[in-house]
């Protein structure tokens, strides 16, 4: 079983619709990242966080540490926003352990 | 601020050739990273280092690939002789400093655009 679970793998949307994506681990964390890589290979840090919430512009990030899980959620969602959205833990080890991302395609 | 860079873009190589891959993460960064991500995957961590020093190159396969980071600023990896599985995308990421404490975060990470290798 993977250390860092993603669901869905595939999730394709039409404009402005609210998007979720879930990160479930299994392991002791001291920070949980969500990441997005364009086509091409690059890849943005979107948030980082260790409790509760945070907001940026049309992105949300939850993480509940007792059930070991974390959303993503794109409010209003836009073509723009397709890409792929990985969730990566920090774990005891002080590695990062990378969720195998979810493919998110958002059509006009 | 400048990101993280790395160079070259793209590289096409034959099995059994040799490679190189430059990053120069942004400065003042203290913690280096290397991750390979082979298409579809997630991507694995190949080594991290603190300033000049190896934090963690256990999923380093050292038979083949080196890494290093003489003057802990910009960072080298290579690859020889490469075989096919070795076509990948390889990231580098640099963050100001990496404190596991409880309670807090670490330091966001900052990626490279990544070399996209492919192993003909």
Partial sequence: KNEVE?????????EGEFITINCSYSVGISALHWL???????????????SGKKKHGRLIATINI???????????SHPRDSAVYICAVSGSARQLTFGSGTQLTVLP | EAGVAQSPRYKIIEKRQSVAFWCNPISGHATLYWYQQILGQGPKLLIQFQNNGVVDDSQLPKDRFSAERLKGVDS????????????????????????RRRGEGNSPLHFGNGTRLTVT
């Fill in chain 1, 66 to 76: 007792q059930e070991k899980h974390s959303s993503l959620h794109i409010t209003a």
């Fill in chain 1, 36 to 50: 997005q890589q364009h086509p091409g290979g690059g890849i943005v840090s979107l948030f980082m966080l260790s």
């Fill in chain 1, 6 to 14: 993603q669901s869905p793998q595939n999730l394709t949307a039409q």
């Fill in chain 2, 76 to 99: 080298t990896l290579k690859i020889q002789p490469a075989k096919l599985e070795d076509s990948a995308v390889y990231l580098c990421a640099s963050s100001l400093i990496f404190i």
